[in-house]
Every structure is written in structure tokens, then in C-alpha cells.
């Protein structure tokens, strides 16, 4: 048995086993020998294709290798460069983001929403009107200045980013 890699005239490569170097040429000329993907009989011997493919495949295998070494070495450094910064801005952003939630949460469960008579009733705190106690609500930038001006203490609640629209 031989083998040789053949080649149709629509240019599509294949093995086939003959049973000698005369039964290719023999069968060929009967038109017997067909290629596999068009049916053509059109097919000639293509001796150099397989010592062209065996030195693409040495010379991509060498070159494989060459890459696969350089791979850990390139490679592993890069996606953990990429990676940190990312990773760190997003544990700092949840960090962030936690602690605010927490301080949020932390407001909410403490205070008491007097809503819009804040002011009005940050007033009587401090005036000593009504017992001491947290309470949060809404004023508006002139009204938070003029409590801060009387000395009344007072904090913005913080807000979440996405919470904001
Ligand atoms: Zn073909």
C-alpha cells in the first residue's frame, strides 16, 4: 500500500491508499479516483504537500512551543495588571458604598422623620423646647444655613450614588 496526498483542480487536498506507485495512475486515468469534496476526477498527486504541511506543522509546533514558554511568562503578569486596578477600585467603590449604606442605615434607625418641619423642630431642640432626641428631615440649603448660623448642628444624610436620581 502507498499513500499519497492528492490534489482536485479545485484545489482541495487529500489522502488516499493505492495499492501501488502504478494503481494511482491507472485509476486516475479511468477517472476512478475522485476527490472526496467536489467529485472531481480531476485529481493529480500533490507529493509536496505533505512535506510542505509536515514543515508548516514543525515549524508551528516550534513556535507553539516558543509561545507556550513565553505564554507564563507574558501571559500571567498581564491579566493580574489588568485585573488589580479593577479589583481595587471596585473594592474601594464597595467599600464606599457599604459604609455609606451603613451610615444611611444607621441615620434612619436613629432619627425620627419630622419631614419638611425640620428646621422648625431642629429649632425647638436646640431652644430646648422639645427633648433632645435625633431627628432628620428636609431643608432646604437657605434653611440648613441659617440653622448652622444659629449653631444648631446638622448633617447632611448621605446618599448613595444610584440612590440619587
Ligand atoms: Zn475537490
Known amino acids: 500500500m502507498i499513500r499519497y496526498s492528492l490534489l482536485c483542480d479545485n484545489a482541495h487536498e487529500f489522502d488516499s491508499w493505492f495499492a501501488?506507485?502504478?494503481?494511482?495512475?491507472d485509476q486516475s486515468e479511468?477517472?476512478?479516483?475522485?476527490?472526496?469534496?467536489?467529485?472531481?476526477a480531476h485529481v493529480t498527486k500533490a507529493i509536496m504537500s505533505p512535506r510542505v504541511a509536515r514543515a508548516h506543522i514543525e515549524a508551528g509546533s516550534e513556535a507553539g512551543?516558543?509561545?507556550?514558554?513565553?505564554?507564563?511568562?507574558?501571559?500571567?503578569?498581564?491579566?493580574a495588571e489588568e485585573k488589580r486596578p479593577v479589583a481595587l477600585f471596585d473594592e474601594k467603590h464597595a467599600a464606599l458604598r457599604h459604609m455609606i449604606?451603613?451610615?444611611?442605615?444607621?441615620?434612619?434607625?436613629?432619627?425620627?422623620?419630622?419631614?419638611?418641619?425640620?428646621?422648625?423642630?431642629a429649632r425647638r431642640i436646640h431652644d430646648g423646647?422639645?427633648?433632645?432626641?435625633?431627628?432628620?428631615?428636609?431643608?432646604?440649603a437657605e434653611e440648613a444655613k441659617a440653622l448652622l448660623d444659629e449653631g444648631i448642628g446638622i448633617l447632611p444624610i448621605p446618599t448613595l450614588p444610584d440612590e440619587r436620581n
Open 20 to 25: 501501488n506507485s502504478g494503481a494511482f495512475d
Open 129 to 140: 423646647a422639645t427633648p433632645e432626641q435625633p431627628i432628620r428631615g428636609q431643608a432646604t
Open 101 to 121: 449604606r451603613e451610615l444611611h442605615g444607621k441615620i434612619m434607625e436613629t432619627t425620627v422623620d419630622v419631614g419638611s418641619r425640620f428646621p422648625e423642630e
Open 65 to 79: 512551543s516558543l509561545s507556550q514558554q513565553e505564554a507564563p511568562v507574558a501571559d500571567a503578569p498581564k491579566p
Open 30 to 40: 479511468r477517472g476512478l479516483v475522485a476527490c472526496p469534496f467536489c467529485d472531481s
